[in-house]
């Protein structure tokens, strides 16, 4: 019996003949939503961060914008998660698009009557991160039950997609509003997507899934449940891992990609948006091969393959010449591409794997043991760029980090997960 087959009876609902129902409208037009609201926000943060950079000139108050960008998800993943699995995943991401915009509107009036202060915007930036922690799971579990099983990883793709298209297009549309708007104008693009994010959600009915736990347990048992079952299941542990320390030893090689274009090529702030840019297409790329091709039933190889052959790519932009530097950028457009049809599956074999009334749970611990081995990462990378150069720093976390992707392929537990 799968874990769909198993929920269905635990919440005493009926299997859905998806033959039969008409999901498409309410799912692409719920999605089309949250994805504009995603680029919204990604323009939103471009421009904050282009505001610091221009008030402050400082790489400290930079690194204090990153902490407040991304430290909320790590420290409320698995409370969002839990929060999910207990209440209406619908309220929870009207709330948490409608906080995210409040907080942009207040911002525009700060700027507006020229108040504003870096607290301010560090302030905003922390809400609207810790937002996200909660909208996230919502909308993750909300969509392995209004789509089909089988379009799990092509919707994955999708998300991937628009991830890819985020990194290209943030930058460049960000400056293009800044150029020709005031910045408190630039920012009601945020509002604007997070309002047709929340439209949606208030005339499509999404299903409530039945707990089949006791109702009056609290928030921390809840937790504890959920933490149960991803121990329990010793590949989805070796997943975590896995998942973990890849991002650990990889995710600093992309923090320095500005330092590898200026001191081992040669090049100026066009050049690291090209790099940069090209990455963000790969990852469009890999997004729309997801979305259009039928996966294998069995899509743990594809993924553990997929992330060696990134990782791996990254280790050989390390040793390429200084007059080589469009081998470079290719090196970023393989990345992105094979990272992507790595990574985009992922999600949906824990869609299938995990029942819905715990992927809010189970999917943030994922969230947070991420949240917390990118910036271990970065502090350990930091000294060894300095000590050994930035060179050795891609091929070394480049080489280890495809070594322990192959290593996943010696794990039967890993390999069998998707027939638990």
């Not at 859905?16 to 990604?42: C, T």
């Not at 949606?200 to 299903?207: A, E, Q, S, T, V």
């Amino acid at each position: 019996m799968t874990a769909v087959e198993q929920e269905v009876m635990a919440a005493n609902i009926s299997p859905v003949n998806w033959d039969e129902v008409r999901w498409k409208p309410r799912f692409f037009i719920i999605w089309f939503g949250q994805s504009l609201s995603q680029i919204g926000s990604a323009l939103t943060q471009f421009i904050l961060i282009w505001w610091i950079t221009d008030t402050t000139g400082s790489a400290s108050a930079l690194a204090t914008a990153g902490i407040m960008a991304l430290l909320p998800q790590a420290l409320f993943a698995a409370l969002g998660g839990t929060i999910a699995d207990r209440f209406n995943r619908r309220f929870i991401m009207i709330v948490s698009d409608s906080i995210t915009a409040l907080c942009i509107v207040i911002l525009m009036l700060l700027f507006a009557s020229d108040t504003v202060q870096l607290w301010h915007v560090y302030t905003a930036m922390f809400i609207r991160s810790t937002m996200q922690a909660f909208q996230n799971p919502a909308a993750i579990a909300t969509t392995s039950i209004i789509v089909p099983p089988t379009w799990y990883s092509r919707v994955a793709g999708m998300n991937q997609t628009v991830a890819g298209l985020m990194s290209v297009a943030a930058a460049p549309l960000g400056a293009a509003l800044l150029a020709f708007l005031p910045l408190q104008t630039a920012l009601i693009i945020d509002v604007v997507t997070a309002s047709l994010a929340v439209i949606p959600l208030f005339f499509f009915r999404i299903p409530r899934t039945v707990r089949p736990t006791d109702n009056q347990a609290s928030i921390w048992q809840d937790f504890r449940e959920g933490l149960r079952f991803v121990m329990g299941k010793r590949g989805l542990v070796y997943l975590y891992v896995l998942t973990a320390l890849m991002i650990a030893v990889i995710l600093p090689t992309f923090s320095l990609t500005p330092l590898l274009v200026r001191n081992e090529f040669g090049g100026g702030v066009g050049e690291i948006a090209l790099m940069e840019g090209i990455g963000g297409l790969g990852m469009i790329l890999g997004g729309v091969v997801i979305s259009i091709i039928r996966l294998p039933r069995r899509q743990m190889p594809i993924v553990l393959v997929s992330y060696a052959v990134s990782c791996a790519v990254i280790a050989v932009a390390g040793i390429i010449p200084r007059n080589l530097f469009a081998a470079a950028v290719f090196t970023w457009l393989i990345s992105g591409i094979t990272f992507t049809i790595g990574n985009a599956p992922i999600i949906g074999i824990l869609q299938r794997i995990i029942p819905n009334h715990m992927q809010g749970r189970a999917l943030s611990l994922l969230t947070t043991l991420n949240g917390f081995a990118a910036p271990i990462g970065l502090a350990l990378a930091a000294p060894l760029a300095e000590a050994l150069g930035v060179r050795a720093v891609l091929i070394i976390g480049g080489v280890l980090s495809a070594v322990i992707c192959l290593a996943g392929l010696l794990s039967p537990r890993l390999m069998h997960l998707e027939d638990q």
